[in-house]
């Protein structure tokens, strides 16, 4: 593997792998994508021009079951990202116990430069363009950065058009309306709810005495922030792509919510104390916000943000990995040197495609669950994973992010080694 996101994703692999008895062959399965598609997407844009975008979708490893994961639209989606997102899906899937392997899909565009009606071409081309690598059985969609319930509704609709037939099983994260789930959209917060209220009482900490830092104040990160807040976490400090704030007594997070939705910047809302009446605030960067000294540090933007160029600065003591890959491999290294613990992305952010899972099921059986019994459902699984994954590490002495690989190995192991090795023999 080159010197990628893909290579330093790789690296959790190789750690994990020195605690697992995996065979051989199962170990070489695992350590390249399945199969990676690259489109391109001819878009009529409303001044009458033509825009052509680049999409890709990857399946890593379906020897669990289906590829399942999201689909990002970002102007920095590469090839190389769509298939690091891909590999955590796998982990994350297995981790999770979830009957799927891993998949992702990106394109590479600025979603807030389109209208809308460009962002639906846009969206019912890329499932033209993909149609063939996509199924129910196959390969299942999800919303993921700058994606959305309206996107998932016209990729179903589109995916529909083509197979003559409702298809709701082929994305999820879809609208209410068109046979997604409740709970799904506040899903990936809910879940990192659950693992930290099942975390923080192990290091005798309540949330009244904890201070929180959010990075990132989109579904997940907006979503988590206001659960702790409600849970009566002090939430110090949260961002967006604009900046970040800071307030050393807390944030009101629900009016912040508020004044986000209404198509703001986190740092003008707080900016503008005629709007908003919140004071005694600093304004900060994003940089500045990883770096507070805070009990817990909640990444829920983006990969790469913690990196080798900061990760001696890191102050928080527990970190929790809402974001796929926000840490870097050697950053990780550091920041265990430097006794803080790191509860990873395919832990902690598995809450989303849980509910994902059960919004197939759904589908499946045309029975849908109450929001009360979908949130029950995703408590048990997530407070059993976690501590599962939490034995592990204790019993191991190993990280929590090398047990979470090692718990799905465990799993991936078995089921490529059930598999035989017919299917190395080029499909004879
Ligand atoms: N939506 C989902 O179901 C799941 C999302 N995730 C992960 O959570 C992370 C966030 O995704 P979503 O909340 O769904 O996306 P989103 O599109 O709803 O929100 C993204 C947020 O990140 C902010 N952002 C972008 N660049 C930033 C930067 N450089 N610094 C700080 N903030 C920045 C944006 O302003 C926005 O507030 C991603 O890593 C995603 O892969 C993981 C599991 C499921
Ligand atoms: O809900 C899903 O299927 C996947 C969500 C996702 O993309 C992720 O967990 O990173």
Redesign the pocket.
């Known amino acids: 593997m080159s010197n990628s996101l893909l290579a330093d994703a790789g690296q959790r692999l190789e750690q994990a792998l020195k605690y697992t008895s995996l065979s051989e062959d199962a170990i070489a399965s695992l350590k390249y994508p399945k199969a990676s598609l690259a489109v391109s997407i001819p878009v009529r844009m409303d001044d009458g021009s033509l825009s052509v975008f680049q999409g890709y979708r990857v399946r890593y490893d379906d020897s669990r079951g289906p590829g399942k994961g999201?689909v990002?639209y970002h102007p920095s989606v590469t090839l190389d990202e769509v298939q690091s997102?891909a590999f955590w899906m796998t982990f994350?899937c297995a981790a999770l116990n979830l009957p799927f392997g891993g998949a992702k899909g990106g394109i590479t565009v600025n979603p807030k430069a389109l209208s809308r009606l460009e962002l639906e071409r846009l969206s019912r081309g890329y499932i033209d363009a993909i149609a063939d690598f996509i199924g129910a059985d196959v390969d299942i969609l999800?919303?993921?950065?700058?994606?959305?319930s309206m996107i998932m509704g016209w990729m179903m609709d589109q995916y529909s058009i083509i197979q003559r037939r409702s298809s709701p099983g082929v994305v999820t994260?879809k609208p209410i309306a068109m046979g997604g789930s409740l709970g799904?959209e506040s899903?990936?917060a809910m879940g990192a709810f659950f693992a930290i209220e099942t975390i923080v009482p192990k290091f005798d900490r309540r949330p009244q005495d904890t201070t929180v830092a959010v990075?990132?104040?989109?579904?997940?990160?907006?979503?988590i922030a206001e659960l702790l807040f409600h849970a009566g976490y002090n939430v110090v400090a949260v961002?967006?792509?604009?900046g970040?704030i800071y307030a050393q007594s807390g944030l009101d997070i629900p009016k912040i919510r508020q004044f986000?939705n209404n198509a703001r910047?986190i740092k003008d809302i707080y900016c503008d104390d005629t709007v908003c009446s919140i004071t005694n605030h600093d304004v900060l960067s994003?940089e500045e916000?990883l770096t507070l000294d805070v009990d817990i540090l909640i990444p829920?933007?983006?990969?790469n943000?913690i990196t080798e160029a900061n990760a001696s600065q890191i102050k928080a003591r527990l970190i929790f990995e809402?974001?796929?890959?926000?840490i870097t491999s050697t950053a990780d290294q550091t920041l265990e040197q430097n006794g803080i613990y790191v509860f990873p992305?395919i832990l902690i952010?598995?809450?989303?495609?849980t509910v994902?899972y059960f919004e197939w099921v759904q589908n499946r059986n045309g029975m849908y669950w109450t929001l009360d019994e979908v949130n029950q459902r995703l408590r048990r699984k997530m407070v059993e994973e976690t501590e599962r994954i939490w034995a592990i590490a204790q019993s191991r002495f190993i990280p929590m992010r090398t047990a979470a690989y090692v718990h799905a190995l465990e799993r991936l192991g078995e089921a490529l080694d059930a598999k035989g090795t017919r299917r190395y023999y080029n499909g004879h």
């Open positions: 999201g990002r997102l994350k999800a919303p993921d950065v700058y994606t959305n994260g799904r899903a990936t990075q990132g104040f989109g579904n997940a990160g907006a979503t961002s967006d792509s604009q970040a986000k910047s994003n916000l829920a933007a983006l990969e943000q809402v974001a796929n890959g926000p992305d952010n598995a809450g989303g495609v994902s």
